[in-house]
């Protein structure tokens, strides 16, 4: 970029640091030096918005950063680690001061609250583009993988469903959703996602496998069921929605299928599914209830893990599950379908 490149990192990106966050060396030079307390491991994850396709041009930038940063501290959450350093390669059409302190304003709201330090990145010229990469640190061996579900785990939701696929749809789609009331409550859970970090700690002793959902709960599910060759059943009566979801459908703005249907393949909910083993489950029940006050930490039993019946299991040691046959819903025990499609960039 021009010469304002390194003016920009000095005047937005470059804060003074309260505490050394296990950063020997921050922004300003090649690299980053960072230090991994002994025991853990460091897990490493990134997200890029593309302007157009993750986000409408004219969006606020203040959600914008924040929900940059939001979708990757949700990756981190997922693996049960705690997030602590942050990286932010930024191309930008031109230098707009406004927008970049709106930007900065909502990334570090949401960086600040976790604890998360800003240790380096790039900043280039360009169609708007952001991509962030987040780092955290785990207990060794401790962290949530996809691949730990079994038959009997039971499936869990760390919140409400749906509402960030109706948010999206009530912007696509504006004309078909005009009895939708209470956008704003849509729109907010779509854009100012709050990821799951504080959840994550606690899961890290009980879950069997994790995965956050962004492309919607099925095709999130289908990952934790192929990598864990297992397939699974989701009670619909279960899947838990907001006040405002639930006013929709009791004043017949959408139906209870529609519902089930945002819940199921919306997708950008940002929140986390996983897998408890039955026998850890009172435990675990007993934990969250005892911090109810904290509504960070919720979980809703929606469905359970099952085998794959041994007529459908393939010769080969791994395979991928039939996505038509790996999730099972039923409602009050009777089979119900429900189209499964989620979330692709390339569909
Ligand atoms: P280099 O050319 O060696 O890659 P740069 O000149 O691109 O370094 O960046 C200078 C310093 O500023 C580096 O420490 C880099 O990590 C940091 N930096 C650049 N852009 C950003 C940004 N958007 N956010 C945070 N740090 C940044
Ligand atoms: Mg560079």
Redesign the pocket.
Request: aromatic letters at 12%; one cysteine or more; a negative charge.
């Given at each position: 970029m021009s010469q304002g490149?390194?003016d920009?990192?000095h005047k937005?990106?470059?804060r003074p640091a309260e505490s050394e966050q296990g950063v020997t060396l921050?922004?300003?030079?090649?690299?980053?030096i960072l230090d991994i307390p002994d025991g853990y491991q460091l897990v490493v994850t990134t997200d890029s918005l593309v302007s157009g396709v993750h986000f409408f041009e004219d969006v606020d930038p203040y959600r914008l950063g924040y929900k940059a940063l939001a979708v990757n501290l949700s990756d981190i959450a997922a693996m049960g680690a705690e997030a602590k350093w942050v990286?932010?390669?930024?191309t930008l059409p031109s230098i707009d001061e406004h927008w970049l302190s709106q930007f900065c304003r909502g990334f570090f709201a949401l960086a600040d609250k976790y604890n998360v330090r800003?240790?380096?990145?790039?900043?280039t010229k360009g169609p708007l583009s952001i991509t962030v990469s987040a780092k955290g640190i785990v207990k060794r061996g401790q962290a949530l993988r996809r691949d730990g579900a079994r038959p009997g785990d039971l499936l869990c939701v760390s919140g409400v469903l749906g509402d960030g696929g109706l948010g999206l749809a009530v912007k696509l789609f504006s004309e078909s959703c005009d009895k939708i009331n209470n956008k704003q409550v849509f729109i907010d859970a779509l854009e100012l996602t709050e990821p799951r970090l504080i959840l994550a700690q606690q899961l890290a002793s009980y879950a069997s496998s994790c995965i956050d959902i962004s492309d919607g709960l099925s095709q999130d599910l289908i990952h934790i069921l192929n990598k864990s060759q297992c397939h699974a059943q989701i009670e619909l009566e279960k899947l838990p929605f907001s006040a405002a979801m639930k006013q929709q459908i009791q004043q017949g703005h959408i139906s209870q299928l529609q519902a089930w249907q945002f819940a199921v393949s919306g997708g950008d909910d940002y929140e986390l599914l996983f897998t408890v083993p039955a026998e850890k489950m009172p435990a675990f029940q007993q934990l969250i209830s005892t911090q109810l006050a904290n509504s960070e930490l919720v979980c809703y039993q929606i469905g359970k893990i099952t085998a794959i019946p041994a007529s459908t299991q393939k010769e080969s040691i791994e395979f991928s599950v039939d996505s038509k046959q790996a999730i099972t819903f039923t409602h009050l025990q009777q089979p119900m379908d429900l189209d499964k499609a989620g979330w692709d960039h390339f569909k």
């Open positions: 490149e390194f920009i990192i937005y990106f470059d921050g922004i300003g030079d090649d690299c980053a990286s932010l390669a930024i800003l240790i380096g990145g790039d900043t």
